[in-house]
T-cell receptor, first 112, second 115 residues
């Protein structure tokens, strides 16, 4: 079993929809939780970062972490065609190293 | 430079040949990471550099894989006697100091195909 599980999709939604992306994990030592966005044939770029449990909002994006359930989510409101990409959750067990453990990635398509 | 650069962008090689992949991190970043992304898979950690030292090599899949970093800047990932299962996108990232809460900036990757 992988340390981080993420449904690979693909997920297809109409423009304007609310999108929910999720990851589960097994290692209770994870402290830092990130969402990266990766466009086709590009490197991933950091979208959201959360430390420990709680919510964080940035524009149309909201990240949630529930450490008791070992579950993290990314919500995208008013989705746009430009949001079409692969979304990767990533986690780090320690502040001493930036080694990241990634989920498989969910491919999202937002149709105009 | 403005961002992380990697070369070559694409590499096609024959099974059994050696390949070298290069990464130029963002200037001033002391931490450098190599990841591998196979088709339909997430990123798999390979190795972490802090300066020229590699305190975490736990992700290197076999002794055919090695990496070095010189001058605290450029890094080279070498794969010896390539196998077809080595076909993947090899991504390099750098961050300012290497702590868990820092943003990692990724390069565009090198797409390796082993025939």
């Amino acid at each position: 079993q992988k340390e981080v599980e993420q449904d690979p999709g693909p997920l297809s939604v109409p423009e304007g929809a609310i999108v929910s992306l999720n990851c589960t994990y097994s290692n209770s030592a994870f402290q830092y939780f990130m969402w990266y966005r990766q466009y086709s044939r590009k490197g991933p770029e950091l979208l959201m970062y959360t430390y420990s449990s709680g919510n964080k909002e940035d524009g149309r994006f909201t990240a949630q972490v529930d450490k008791s359930s070992k579950y993290i989510s990314l919500f995208i409101r008013d989705s746009q065609p430009s949001d079409s990409a692969t979304y990767l959750c990533a986690m780090s067990p320690s502040s001493n190293t930036g080694k990241l453990i990634f989920g498989q990635g969910t491919t999202l398509q937002v149709k105009p | 430079g403005a961002g992380v650069s990697q070369s070559p962008s694409n590499k096609v090689t024959e099974k059994g040949k050696d390949v070298e992949l290069r990464c130029d991190p963002i200037s001033g970043h002391t931490a450098l990471y190599w990841y591998r992304q196979s088709l339909g898979q997430g990123l798999e950690f390979l190795i972490y550099f802090q300066g020229n030292s590699a305190p975490d090599k736990s992700g290197l899949p076999s002794d055919r894989f090695s990496a070095e970093r010189t001058g605290g800047s450029v890094s080279t990932l070498t794969i010896q006697r390539t196998q077809q299962e080595d076909s993947a996108v090899y991504l390099c990232a750098s961050s300012r100091t290497g702590t868990g809460q820092e943003t990692q900036y990724f390069g565009p990757g090198t797409r390796l195909l082993v025939l």
